[in-house]
Structure formats: C-alpha cells, structure tokens
C-alpha cells in the first residue's frame, strides 16, 4: 500500500474517533442543558405513557392550566416504560416539549456516552492495527510501494540475466 493512502486512511481514521468522542461530549452536554431547562421553572405533573419501547416514549399529560400536552420528540430518559403505565412527570413550563421521568437526570446519559466513544476508539483501533499489518505484509512479499525489487537494487539471489553484448554496449557507451 502506498505510505501516502496508508497515512491519509489512518488521518481519516483518528477523525472519526474524535467525531465520535465529540458526539458523546455533545450528548451529555445537551442532556445537562435540558435538565437545566426542565429545573429553572419545573414543574411535576401525572402522565400516561401511550406508546413506549427501548429508546422513545410518548406520554400524554395535562398541566394545572388544562391544556394536553404531548412532548414531540417523546420523554427524555424513557428506559423501563411500559404502555398504559401512569408516571410522575417533571417538565419545563416555558416549554412542555421538555419532559423527564421525575426522579430522573443527565446523569443517566453519561454511561450509555462512553460507551459509544469507548466502541468508537475500539474499532477505529482495531482498524488501524488491520491495516498496518496488511501493510507490513504487502512491503514483505514486495508487493508494496516501498518493497519491491528496483533496477538499482537488483536482488543477489537472482541470476543475472545479462548477455556479453549487453555488458560490452555499456562500457563502450
């Protein structure tokens, strides 16, 4: 493999772990920044959960003033709901759209954040060590850029194939 393609892919490559690990940073700092929200101007209110899997869930509750309110991007921290259940729900008053689980915080953002980071650099490593051993093995057999025979380097163990008429051109010339 070319040294310049090798170098260039592995660029690539530490800046798809920094992208991830700047990812997860974003994460928990927006999770922080949420929770921030929700606590300037809380308040906790019953919800039931109309729709709930792994990772979303979809609640409907009514604040003191009577108006329904049904988050559009669902809870935040929405692990262990189930459809039907009714749930103590804190949210932001400024902005309904802004709900947690009472009870819950950033805080159960950061494991699942480094996680993925600690993932990322995994394979990104993985992947750098791959392609620095197919590398050294491409220069060994001398199918790399930098490990193949050359006129100027002739291999010692080769016969040399030159003729006399060959030999006797050069030093005449």
């Given at each position: 493999m070319n040294p310049t393609i090798l170098r260039r892919v592995?660029?690539?490559l530490l800046g798809v772990g920094v992208?991830?690990?700047?990812?997860?940073?974003?994460?928990?700092?927006?999770?922080?920044?949420?929770?921030?929200?929700?606590?300037?101007?809380?308040?906790?209110?019953?919800?039931?959960?109309?729709?709930?899997?792994r990772l979303h869930a979809a609640v409907n509750f009514q604040t003191p003033d009577g108006q329904f309110y049904s988050p559009r991007l669902g809870l935040l921290y929405p692990t262990e709901l189930s459809q039907g259940q009714r749930i103590s729900?804190?949210?932001?008053?400024?902005?309904?759209?802004?709900?947690?689980?009472?009870?819950?915080?950033?805080?159960?953002?950061?494991?699942?954040?480094?996680?993925?980071?600690?993932?990322?650099w995994v394979v990104v490593g993985v992947l750098m060590v791959a392609l620095a051993e197919?590398?050294?093995?491409?220069?060994?057999?001398?199918?790399?850029?930098s490990g193949g025979s050359t006129d100027s380097d002739p291999d010692p163990d080769q016969p040399d194939d030159t003729t006399d008429q060959e030999l006797s051109d050069t030093r005449t010339a």
């Open positions: 592995q660029i690539v992208v991830v690990s700047v990812m997860a940073v974003m994460l928990v700092a927006g999770s922080f920044h949420n929770d921030r929200q929700i606590d300037a101007d809380k308040a906790t209110t019953m919800a039931e959960v109309v729709s709930a899997d729900v804190d949210y932001s008053t400024s902005n309904p759209d802004l709900a947690r689980p009472a009870g819950r915080n950033a805080s159960l953002a950061v494991i699942p954040a480094l996680s993925v980071a600690a993932l990322g197919i590398n050294r093995r491409l220069v060994r057999r001398g199918g790399g850029a």
